[in-house]
C-alpha cells in the first residue's frame, strides 16, 4: 500500500497540514518575476514592447501602432489586440497620461486584468484526484507530467502516472523512465492495449493503494482527426463511469512557440474533453508569448502552469502579475 507520506529525515510538518480532509493544492508563486523561474528580461515579446514604449519619451500614434504590431507578431491575435491597446489608450487619457512610462503602465494593467479574469489556484479537491493530461506530439506533454508529479511528490502527496499514450510503445517507456527517476509508480498495459482499460486500471489503483492523485498521459491527438479525438472523449467516460466528479482536472499543454495552431488545438481539446486549464510550455523568451493572452481570452480557461526547460524543477504555477512584472521588466 501507498501511504500519504513516507517517513523520511527532514523534519514532519505540522499535523494540520496532514488533515487527510483538507483539499489538495499546488501553491502559487509569490509576485516577482523570479517567482516563475524565467529569465529576468524577457527576449521577443516583451523586448518588442519594451522597445515600443521608450526611455521617457512621449506616447505618440506612432507608439500603439508599435504596440499593436507588436502583439500581434507575438500571436495575441487581432481582435484580442485591438480590445487590449483600446482599453489601454482609454486608461492612459483618464489617467491625463504623457509618456511612454504612462503607456506601458496602463497597457501593463489591462493585459494583467484580462489574465487574472481567468486565474485560479490548481486545488485537486477530495482524494484520489484524477488529472488528464492531453497535447498534441512534441508539445513537451510527457516531460510536463513528469515535472508536476515530482511538484506534487515534493509536497508530501502520493502520486502515480498512468501511461494512457499506448498508440507508442516509445511512450509507455518514456513515463517509465521518468517515474524511475522520480521515485513514482507508472501503471501500464501492453504498446497497443486500449487506452480506456489503462484509464479503468488508473482509478482503481489509486483507490486501492489510497493515492492522493494520479497524472494520466495520453496519445498526442491533432485536432482534425475526430476519430483520435473521440478517443480522448472515451477516456473521460470511463474515468467519470467509475469514479463520478473525476477526472478533477483535465490539463492541455501546449508550445507557445506554436502559436495560433495552439488556440485552434485549444477550442478542439475544450470541445471533446472539457479541459479546465492549460500548461504552457516553451514559453521562457519565446517572440509568441502572446498566445497565453489569446487562450485564457478565447476559452476562459486558466493559465495553471508554465515550462521553461528541461530540468524537472523548471515548472511553475502561472501568476498573471508575476507575468506581467517579468514582461515589461527594465
Known amino acids: 500500500m501507498f501511504r500519504r507520506r513516507r517517513a523520511e529525515p527532514e523534519p514532519q510538518k505540522p499535523a494540520e497540514e496532514l488533515d487527510p480532509t483538507s483539499p489538495l493544492t499546488v501553491d502559487r508563486p509569490r509576485s516577482a518575476a523570479t517567482g516563475l523561474g524565467l529569465r ?27 504596440v499593436e504590431e507588436a502583439l500581434i507578431a507575438a500571436d495575441v491575435g487581432a481582435t484580442v489586440t485591438l480590445e487590449l491597446v483600446d482599453e489601454a489608450r482609454s486608461s492612459y487619457a483618464r489617467a491625463g497620461g504623457r509618456t511612454g512610462e504612462d503607456a506601458r503602465r496602463a497597457l501593463a494593467t489591462v493585459i494583467r486584468d484580462r489574465l487574472s479574469r481567468t486565474s485560479a489556484a490548481f486545488e485537486l479537491g477530495e482524494r484520489p484526484a484524477i488529472v488528464l493530461v492531453v497535447g498534441v506530439n512534441g508539445v513537451g506533454k510527457t516531460t510536463s507530467i513528469a515535472k508536476l508529479a515530482a511538484r506534487m511528490k515534493a509536497d508530501g502527496q502520493a502520486v502515480a ?50 493515492l492522493d492523485v494520479v497524472l494520466v498521459d495520453t496519445a498526442g491527438r491533432l485536432q482534425n482527426k475526430q476519430q483520435l479525438m473521440d478517443e480522448l472523449a472515451k477516456i473521460r467516460r470511463v474515468i467519470e463511469r467509475r469514479l463520478p466528479g473525476q477526472p478533477r482536472h483535465v490539463l492541455l499543454v501546449l508550445d507557445a512557440t506554436t502559436g495560433q495552431n495552439g488556440l485552434v488545438q485549444a477550442e478542439a481539446s475544450s470541445r471533446e474533453v472539457g479541459v479546465t486549464g492549460i500548461v504552457l510550455t516553451k514559453l521562457d523568451g519565446t517572440a509568441k ?24 524543477d523548471s515548472l511553475a504555477p502561472f501568476d498573471a502579475e508575476a507575468f506581467v512584472e517579468w514582461l515589461f521588466a527594465d
Open 289 to 312: 508569448g502572446g498566445v497565453a493572452l489569446a487562450v485564457a481570452d478565447r476559452l476562459g480557461v486558466p493559465i495553471q502552469f508554465i515550462g521553461m526547460g528541461e530540468e524537472l
Open 161 to 210: 502516472l498512468a501511461a494512457g499514450d499506448t498508440f507508442r510503445a516509445a511512450a509507455i517507456e518514456q513515463l517509465r523512465i521518468w517515474g524511475d527517476r522520480i521515485g513514482i509508480p507508472v501503471i501500464a498495459q501492453r504498446a497497443g492495449a486500449d487506452p480506456g482499460a489503462v484509464a479503468f486500471d488508473a482509478v482503481a489503483a489509486a483507490e486501492s493503494r489510497q
Open 40 to 66: 529576468a528580461r524577457p527576449s521577443g515579446f516583451g523586448s518588442r514592447l519594451r522597445a515600443a514604449f521608450g526611455a521617457g519619451s512621449p506616447a505618440t500614434e506612432g507608439t500603439w501602432d508599435e
